[in-house]
Each structure stands twice: as C-alpha cells, then as structure tokens.
C-alpha cells in the first residue's frame, strides 16, 4: 500500500531501484545509437562526412576514386578511338575512289584502238594473223643437243 509509512533505508531503496531503471533505460538508449548505421543511411545524414568515418574507410575511397578516373579515361579513349576509326575510314574512302579512278582511266588508255592510234605514227601497225604459239617439248630438246 502506498499509504504505509516507510523507513528512511525503504525510501533510499526504492529510489535507488529507480535510479537503476533510468540508468539501464538510458544505456539502451546510447547503445541503440551505438549501433552501426547502413552506409545508405549514413551518407543521407552525412555521417560519412565525420573524421572518424573517413579515417576508418580511407583506402575505400581512393579506390573508389581510382575506379572513376578509370571510367573517365575509358570514355576519352574510346571517343579518341571512335574517332581515328572515322578517319581512317574516310581516308580508305578516299584512297578507294582515286584506285577506282586511276584503274578507269588505265582502262580507257590502254584500249587496243587507242593504242593502234598512238602508234600509228610510229610506224608499227596491228597485225592482222592471229598470234601463233610454239610449244618445245622436252624430248625435242634432248635430241637436238
């Protein structure tokens, strides 16, 4: 009963048994806070921020800052490379069209009435007989030796 008279060691008791459960109730509080965050969280409130995170996680870091560079490199290297493609491309372009021009050209000059034309006054003439071959065989060769 509450109305019941009690001693000053009663009372001492009871207020230390308060004192108790304030004390317990406040180190759950603090190791509650205590408990380690997702590193989600964290960089949402800035926790990541703090000296003690960065010391605790610095090597990460540098990593993950050589890891970007990387990235960054990659992408200036395959936009150089995409543009040497490119070029070169258009050089095999070039190079194409100037083979085709020169081979038609060619063509066009060595034509057998073009060159019956230009010799002419050189004197030579096209023949008219159709060219003969002459064909040795080996036994011929043997007996004439």
């Known amino acids: 009963m509450e109305n019941d008279f009690l001693t000053k060691e009663q009372l001492e008791k ?3 048994a308060e004192q108790a459960k304030r004390a317990k109730k406040r180190s759950k509080s603090a190791a509650a806070k205590k408990i380690k965050t997702s590193s989600f969280v964290q960089i949402l409130n800035g926790d990541f921020l703090t000296k003690e995170f960065m010391i605790k996680n ?3 870091i540098f990593f993950i800052m050589l890891l970007l ?5 990659k ?3 395959g936009k150089h490379l995409s543009k040497d493609v ?3 491309q258009k050089k095999v372009n070039e190079l194409t069209s100037d083979y085709f021009e020169a081979k038609a050209t060619l063509e066009e000059r060595t034509r057998r009435s073009e060159l019956v034309e ?8 096209e023949t008219i007989n159709p060219t003969k071959v002459i ?3 080996k036994e011929n060769t043997a ?3």
């Open 14 to 16: 009871k207020a230390a």
């Open 58 to 60: 610095l090597s990460f």
């Open 69 to 73: 560079l990387v990235v960054v490199g």
């Open 75 to 77: 992408g200036y290297y």
């Open 86 to 88: 490119l070029n070169t």
């Open 118 to 125: 230009k010799l002419e006054h050189t004197g030579l003439k």
């Open 135 to 137: 064909k040795i065989t």
């Open 143 to 145: 007996i004439e030796r």
